[in-house]
């Protein structure tokens, strides 16, 4: 059974930094593309980022390119997404899905992230 559960979120001040974690298990890690969306409360879902299997090809949304950082350790089953110049329009749900190029079919039950002074 696939598995995918975030961490790493939190109340954080405008400007600081987050890395988000999404430890994956029931499925081949290394053989698949991964992805970071996010929603915002009462509002719909937002495509944040992803990656290839490999970790070489990576794809940012405009909204967090250059801010924000996907990456994966395949030998620990894990996805990272470092979130850095955070902004308030940043405060959303973010939540990991496996794949990317032929649509994603599982998902984890997010980690909140918070951007407030």
């Known amino acids: 059974e696939v598995h995918l559960v975030e961490s790493g979120g939190g109340l954080v001040q405008p400007g600081g930094s987050l890395r988000l974690s999404c430890a994956a298990s029931?499925?081949?890690?290394?053989?698949?593309?991964m992805t970071w969306v996010r929603q915002v409360p009462g509002k719909g879902l937002e495509w944040v980022s992803s990656?290839?299997?490999?970790?070489?090809?990576?794809y940012y949304a405009d909204s967090v390119k250059g801010r924000f950082t996907i990456s994966r350790a395949n030998a620990e089953n894990t996805l990272y997404l470092r979130l850095n110049s955070l902004k308030t329009e940043d405060t959303a749900m973010y939540y990991c899905?496996?794949?990317?190029?032929?649509?994603?079919?599982?998902w984890g039950k997010g980690t909140l992230v918070t951007i407030s002074s």
């Open positions: 029931g499925f081949t890690f290394s053989s698949v593309s």
């Open positions: 990656i290839d299997s490999g970790g070489g090809i990576t």
């Open positions: 899905a496996r794949g990317f190029y032929f649509g994603m079919d599982h």
